[in-house]
């Protein structure tokens, strides 16, 4: 199928490329290479083997351009990331809104079928665990930005859903914590590149908090393999689906595990959250997800553990970081 992947040059986007062109797609990407980097895709580019275009979703004619010559949209770019959010709170919103704004709308109006990427911090703070697809969300006021970046993605999400019954062949899936290699080395969208760096550099370990905040953290080729399947499947169509393990992970244990894995000799320091947020942040405190919509739309599951995901992501920082 003729396949526009926006944000194919990211950490989950550029992953999603190679399984599409696996599974024989004609793969275009679309991404303004904000967070995202040539070198995630480059080979494909060298090779001839995608088209790539750089370029911004706020670009209405640019999206209608590609949107009208595909058949399936899968749709990654976002402005990603807590400390990114939190950083640049106006960019943010605007990408995360009008960006998916005009990816939609093109696709309705050219009768594309799209994925929508949105993610786990939708459900927000709230303490009942698992997290269903249904869950009410529960939030902090809007003084903090952190919850801009909710609010953004549900209402992308309310977006696609009203655009669903407009007739739009939209499915929708909520990352949790993925992780893996090309994750972005300074740390935007992860944890786990943070604690990963500081581990190899022998700097202190950044434990926010008291570290018993929990995560889900899920290993990239499991979050690609959802992605996909939710994309073509025609029973996810209309849906939202959860795609994380539920392996959960304190972040404290996660920064031992990272730093023995490594055999590092850095301190794990444990600091408030002001003094990487700023004054003024809230945090979830356990996310896990229910994934039974998954495995029964989808037949999918989620096959890599935590200490063999991390193996391969510190395998691949080795190689490519030093
Ligand atoms: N975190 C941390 N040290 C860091 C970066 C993040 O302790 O250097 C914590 C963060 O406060 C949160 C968890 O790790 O409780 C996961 O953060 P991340 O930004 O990876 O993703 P989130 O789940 O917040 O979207």
Redesign the pocket.
Known sequence: MRTLVTGGAGYIGSHLVDALLGLGHDVTVLDDLSTGSRSNIGRHVDAGAIDFVEGSILDPDLVDQYVSTSELVFHLAAAV???FIVDEPLASLLTNTRGTEIVLGSCHANGVRVLLASTS?VYGKTSKVPFEEDDDRVLGPTTIHRWGYSTAKAFDEHLALAYADKGLEVSIVRYF?SYGPRLDPR?Y????A??IRQSIAGEPI????D?R?T?CFTYVDDTVAGTVAAGITDAAMGRVINLGTTEETA?GDLAATIRDMIGSSSDISYAP?ED?YGSGFE??RR?VPEIGRASSLLQWEPKVRLREGLERTIAWWRETHG
């Open positions: 990331g807590v400390k911090e914590n740390g969208g992860s944890v786990v943070n604690f950044t434990v926010h908090g570290g905040q995560r972040i959250y990487y945090d979830t996310r």
